[in-house]
């Protein structure tokens, strides 16, 4: 089940109990698949991660005690797999705090 969802231009990410999922909605192409951090301190905690974009196509996901920030490409599209696309952890730390938020500005 969908617990939480972010749509930016092309990007769209959303996220349940296993971990969130990126898809480039314009060609409906599923990008990535990133699951729930097994370091998070709060795994037992029910709640979905907060899901924010950036103004560069990089995705925030606050999860737990965990932030992580992905950063979304579109390297082209192909008229038969749809978008040529690739989704990159370029930050991930953790907070000394029992749970990190990212808001939608």
Request: proline share 6%; charged share 20%; aromatic share 8%.
């Amino acid at each position: 089940a969908c617990a939480s969802l972010q749509w930016r231009g092309a990007w769209v990410a959303w996220a349940g109990a296993t971990g969130v999922k990126t898809m480039h909605a314009a060609t409906a192409t599923p990008v990535s698949f990133l699951p729930r951090p097994s370091e998070s301190a709060a795994t037992d905690e029910p709640h979905a991660p907060s899901l924010c974009f950036d103004a560069s196509d990089g995705l925030w996901v606050a999860w737990g005690d965990v932030c992580l920030r992905v950063q979304l490409t579109l390297d082209g599209i192909d008229a038969e797999r749809g978008a040529i696309a690739r989704a990159e952890v370029s930050h991930r730390f953790a907070c000394d705090v029992a749970r990190c938020v990212v808001l939608t500005p």
